[in-house]
Nanobody, 113 residues
Framework: VQLQASGGGLVQPGGSLRLSCAASGFRRRINSMGWYRQAPGKQRELVAV???????NYADSVKGRFTISRDNAKNTVFLQMNSLKPEDTAVYYC????????WGQGTQVTVSS
């Protein structure tokens, strides 16, 4: 199983970024895909997740600003991040849950003026 994440970068406060995570190398039904993040000195935390049935869940801190979506045909999940704040700065990790759990390599998001 491989996860290829992309889309991170440097953006000013109030700006937007879109992360993508493409999963490959499996045939099982996806249980869920999602995004987590880890800021320096902090634990990894949930950002947003979408289940195989399409149910979404968001961290309170990103509700109304971030939107998770998926392309089932391409086993790809997206995270549209709007109204970014400096506290959104972190390494963002894609997570795939089949019968086992798989993590992507992480992509840096920096929100700074």
């Amino acid at each position: 199983v491989q996860l290829q994440a992309s889309g991170g970068g440097l953006v000013q406060p109030g700006g937007s970024l879109r992360l993508s995570c493409a999963a490959s190398g499996f045939r099982r039904r996806i249980n869920s895909m999602g995004w987590y993040r880890q800021a320096p000195g902090k634990q990894r935390e949930l950002v947003a997740v979408v289940t195989g049935g399409g149910t979404t869940n968001y961290a309170d801190s990103v509700k109304g600003r971030f939107t998770i979506s998926r392309d089932n045909a391409k086993n790809t999940v997206f995270l549209q991040m709007n109204s970014l704040k400096p506290e959104d700065t972190a390494v963002y990790y894609c997570k795939l849950v089949l019968l086992s759990t798989y993590w992507g390599q992480g992509t840096q998001v920096t929100v700074s003026s």
